[in-house]
């Protein structure tokens, strides 16, 4: 007689045979293959999606964002810099091993002071307001010290009007004709006195006093835009060496913006100083007097 322990024991293990069997039938019935890991996602899992910030002055880039493991999701990714744009946060994860993948937003393009925006995921850059035109510089510089016995100009806006005729020039050019030039020597008169500050600030004026010019290359310069055959006949010059030619035959005497001396009388400055008053009004008017007509006559 067979031992009952030992039967029901063989029962079960032959159930448990024919399970395995049935279970690996249906899975190749149905063509279900073993769980995996996807081996693109590397160890750290999936990197997070692209946001873009939004940012008035521009210029700041992100930093990358996290990562996630299978089941997880991490919010991440890389910031861009941009202007008036509205920032939008990605994020990427792991579910159930599937990779699901979402990208944010990018900041928005242009800016209003000074920024640029940036696409999703890129850095922007973006620069703020400037510190003024060279004119501006100059002008402003002149008008703090060269004063009184020195002035060159009635006033800032007269002086912005001739620095526009002239050829601006950058800063650390040899000296000439332009207003680089006319800015370096405006800067010296800061810590003049005297005799040396006239002679800066003249240097610094319309004129250029033999240091940015000759006082007949700074009057030329202002009297062939400024008195011409369209607007102003017949009180014009032919051209540029028929001005210089008749400059250089007149006296040249130290210029002072509305000195007696200057505004009536035959020579160079009196010329300059009728030429820059025709360059903010009344051109016909003062025109006439720059080619040597009643007030500076010869």
């Known amino acids: 007689m067979s031992n009952p ?5 063989k029962t079960l293990a032959r159930a448990a ?8 039938a249906c899975n190749n019935i149905l063509a279900i293959e073993d769980a995996h890991v996807d081996p693109t996602l590397g160890a750290g899992g999936a990197i997070g999606g692209a946001s873009g910030s939004s940012s008035k002055e521009g210029g700041a880039s992100g930093t990358t964002g996290g990562t996630a493991n299978a089941g997880e999701t991490s919010n991440g990714g890389k910031s861009g810099g941009g202007s008036a744009g509205q920032s939008h946060t990605g994020g990427s994860g792991v579910q159930g091993g599937n990779t699901v993948m979402t990208q944010g937003g990018s900041g ?9 925006g940036a696409s999703a995921g890129e850095a922007g850059s973006g620069a703020g307001p400037g510190t003024g035109s060279l004119c501006q510089q100059y002008c402003d510089t002149v008008a703090q010290y060269c004063i009184g016995t020195s002035l060159q100009y009635k006033d800032k806006e007269q002086c912005m009007k001739v620095c526009s005729l002239f050829p601006q020039g950058t800063v650390g050019d040899p000296d000439g004709n ?3 030039c006319r800015l370096k020597y405006a800067g010296k008169a800061r810590y003049a006195g005297g005799t040396e500050l006239a002679a800066y600030c003249r240097q610094a004026g319309p004129g250029g006093d033999g240091r940015c ?21 017949p009180y014009f010059f032919q051209n540029d060496a028929a001005c210089h ?44 007097h720059v080619m ?6 010869e």
């Open 5 to 9: 322990l030992r039967f029901r024991a």
């Open 17 to 24: 045979i024919g399970a395995v069997i049935t279970l690996a």
């Open 245 to 288: 030619t008749k400059c250089q035959s007149l006296p040249d005497i130290p210029f002072v913006y509305g000195d007696i001396s200057v505004a009536d009388g035959n020579s160079v400055q009196c010329r300059l100083f009728h030429v820059i008053s025709a360059a903010m009004m009344d051109p016909e008017e003062h025109c006439e």
């Open 178 to 180: 332009h207003i680089a």
């Open 292 to 297: 040597g007509l009643t007030l500076c006559e």
């Open 213 to 233: 010019g000759t006082n007949c290359d700074g009057f030329c310069t202002i009297t062939m835009d400024t008195c011409n055959a369209e607007d102003t006949p």
């Open 108 to 116: 928005a393009e242009g800016g209003s002071e000074g920024g640029s």
